[in-house]
């Protein structure tokens, strides 16, 4: 009875650590992309002011469509990554924002970007926390159970 119930224990936990890898790269791609395209803005951006020309989405979360000139003299638009229900952004509005000039389409507003820094980094560290839980459940073959010591030793 004993030794049937091993490898259903054992399919559960592998599948457990699928689960978790999956939440993972969910959260690296909702947390860690935006994360690591605010850092790269305002690090390496350019500032510049553009014009709101659209406010696109629902009732409540609005997201503004933005065009401005980058330095090579061209017009770009862009759709910032975040809504905000509690920000509003009217057509002819200019902001103040960053662009990269190796690519003009990476671009956010400044306010929208650095209000969201800490979301970002939530769901990327959350992400982690996942990531290695399903690493750690999916790991090589174990007889035992893992287990953390926090005992101090004496010297």
């Known amino acids: 009875m004993m030794e049937q119930e091993k490898p259903a224990k054992k399919n559960s936990i592998k599948l457990l650590g ?3 890898l999956l939440g993972a790269l969910v959260l690296f791609i909702v ?3 935006p994360l690591i395209k605010q850092i790269a803005l305002d690090g390496f951006g350019l500032e510049v002011t553009g014009t709101v ?15 401005f000139t980058a330095a090579d003299g061209k017009q770009y638009t ?5 809504g905000n229900k509690n920000i509003r952004f ?12 190796l690519n003009p ?13 800490f979301s970002n980094i939530e769901s990327t560290c959350i992400g982690m926390f996942l990531l290695m839980g399903g690493l750690l459940s999916l790991g090589g073959k174990r007889d035992k159970p893992l287990t953390l010591d926090f005992r101090r030793r004496k010297s």
């Open 18 to 20: 699928f689960g978790l």
């Open 31 to 33: 947390g860690g992309y």
């Open 78 to 82: 862009f759709k910032s990554y975040y």
């Open 53 to 67: 020309v659209e406010v696109a989405g629902g009732d409540q979360v609005k997201t503004p469509i933005v065009q």
């Open 105 to 117: 389409q990476i671009a956010e507003i400044n306010m929208l970007g650095r209000i969201n820094y």
């Open 90 to 101: 009217s057509i002819g509005e200019d902001v103040q924002m960053r662009y990269l000039a």
